[in-house]
């Protein structure tokens, strides 16, 4: 066939297609195969990504990265505000489409700091608690946990840590408490400890609570914080790990690179993350 | 055993994997699971995405995005540039980090434009021309990529396109000619014709040689530019075609949204892309 026949057959097919095409809408199948991005493991933001930005800074990154949960941190929100101004503020997010689901992290040394945490997180209407609370106040923590009804997770940080150098030692401490008790997993710090994030995942179960997604260089105590990707954390196995045992979390992104100009990067490892979990289905 | 017990156990253990860690490189198993990025279909950035910036904003860009491959388009790498203008450029980019593997997209109304692209193209010391030649150029094109032994693909665009709204057109045009010629696959373009990109791969194979990796809002004339993986086009399907093929081009992201301020977006969706290729791994 001559290339101006062809021209011609297929010019005619390309506008058969043209006129058929806005009848087509998501998830029917004319031409390609049906498909539907994973809606599990809803992603999510922790507020410490945005330590050097006002309120509106980050509600109009959250906007443009198309991400609308985040937990909270006293930076945004003063541990010692007023209910009317804690509202205020929960307010302000929630016009610029964002849901606060979490305060957190939050150092607690002593009873006072429990009990200021707990106040803080009902006048702030979240069920979820992120902190770091001196071993010893475990116990008081839990007495709180059953009376305010607020879930109540431990951060891990990594391995120069005094309290919580690994996930392992937050686990051990919550294993036998109320099952509202458990961990904010932060995967970075997990894998410096040299623990592998799906198999903390996969041990700690029903325990995780949140997570703290990000990449690290190495392995390694030293190991630094890179965009979601290029690092060494097995993304695959993780959120395999996660579908497995059923999370029904978020997945709070916290990116601590470039943090004074952090956009590109929160977005490159917003965008891997969501990649790994269409690409794992 | 006591929380206090458990804790000087743990972190004792915490310093041991501390310790350890320097030791571990990428790949090998310590505790955790091997994991290697995937290796295959190297991204790289058709410069249509730098349209609005000059070359060392576009250098620094690509510098931020870990990108190091890249296609050159005219306003970058002007087609009427002397030979050591053209060196002064190309190096400039390699300064940078970035290889240039091919030009375009060139429009070739007649030999003359045909001609001078292969000049160009040899001028710069790429294997590849990206190109949309009036159909009745094809048989001269031809011609020309056997006389300078340089690949030339042909971008197809949408369904409201004159000479190349579908890749199927483009395919029928070079299917029984010389085997470097072939297609660059904009798989947006494709998407909005109603055509399935993973299935386009499948079929046209070995003649892809490049593509323009995008995604859009609709499979219809009318679908917009958007972050990759928040649109329509099936990027696992498209991975699994592509590595069924066994692709050896390259993924050429070309960005359309927020052109003066595309960053964020490139970012993202270079880290869906690299996602979805660990994730279906």
Not at 12 to 27: E, I, S
Not at 41 to 65: C, E, K
Not at 104 to 110: C, D, F, Q
Not at 185 to 203: F, M, N, S
Request: one cysteine or more; glycine letters at 8%.
């Amino acid at each position: 066939m001559s290339s101006r026949r062809n021209f011609l057959r297929n010019t005619a097919l390309g506008l058969t297609a043209a006129t058929l095409a806005p009848l087509v809408n998501k998830g029917e199948s004319l031409h390609f195969d049906e498909f539907e991005h994973s809606k599990d493991l809803p992603v999510g933001i922790a507020d410490w990504t945005f330590v050097n930005f006002d309120i509106p800074q980050s509600i109009q990154m959250m906007q443009r990265l198309d991400i609308h949960h985040m937990t909270i941190k006293n930076f945004h929100l003063p541990f010692n505000s007023t209910k009317e101004k804690i509202d205020e503020i929960i307010k302000q997010y929630k016009d610029g489409g964002i849901s606060i689901y979490g305060v957190g992290v939050i150092y607690m040394k002593n009873k006072d700091e429990v009990d200021q945490a707990f106040e803080y997180a009902k006048n702030a209407g979240v069920s979820l608690i992120i902190g770091v609370p001196e071993h010893d106040q475990i116990d008081y923590v839990q007495e709180k946990v059953k009376s305010y009804n607020i879930k109540f997770a431990i951060h891990n940080h990594g391995p120069e840590d005094k309290l919580y150098p690994s996930p392992e030692i937050a686990y051990n401490l919550i294993k036998d408490k109320d099952a509202r008790m458990g961990l904010c997993l932060d995967i970075g710090h997990a894998q410096r400890a040299g623990v592998d994030p799906a198999k903390a995942v996969l041990k700690y179960n029903k325990r995780i609570l949140d997570m703290h997604i990000k990449d690290v260089t190495a392995a390694a105590q030293d190991g630094k914080a890179i965009e979601a990707g290029r690092g060494i954390i097995n993304f695959p196995g993780l959120v395999r790990a996660l579908r497995k045992i059923k999370y029904l979390g978020h997945c709070g992104i916290e990116y601590e690179k470039d943090m004074k100009d952090p956009l590109p990067g929160i977005a490159e490892s917003v965008g891997y993350f969501k990649g790994v979990k269409d690409g794992a289905l």
